[in-house]
């Protein structure tokens, strides 16, 4: 899709916005998608955010905790158990 004249038109007229790609199989970016989805568990759902402001200050809170005892994702499951809920929620 990202080589439609519709899209190589819009990108000519945003010069600002680059395309990314990453292979789907790209394993880290799941890690920063799982990042991404504590974040807003822990401190955007979960709070009250009356301005933008409000809720800059709980996602920098947010990033001084977790920066001052950093701990890598590590995955629980193992592939085959993965294959088998996936197995599972097919039938």
């Known amino acids: 899709t990202h080589k439609t004249p519709a899209v190589k038109a819009w990108f000519a007229r945003h010069p600002r916005f680059h395309a990314h790609f990453t292979p789907t199989s790209a394993s880290w970016l799941n890690q920063v998608e799982r990042w991404f989805a504590t974040l807003t568990e822990k401190y955007i759902r979960r709070?009250?955010?009356?301005?933008?402001?409000?809720?800059?200050?709980?996602?920098?809170?947010?990033?001084?905790?977790?920066?001052?005892?950093?701990?890598?994702?590590?995955?629980?499951k193992s592939a085959d158990d993965i294959l088998a809920s996936i197995e599972r929620f097919c039938l």
Not at 54 to 67: D, G, K, M, P, T
């Open 47 to 76: 709070g009250t955010h009356r301005s933008t402001r409000q809720l800059e200050q709980a996602i920098r809170q947010y990033l001084e905790l977790n920066n001052s005892d950093p701990k890598p994702f590590v995955w629980i």
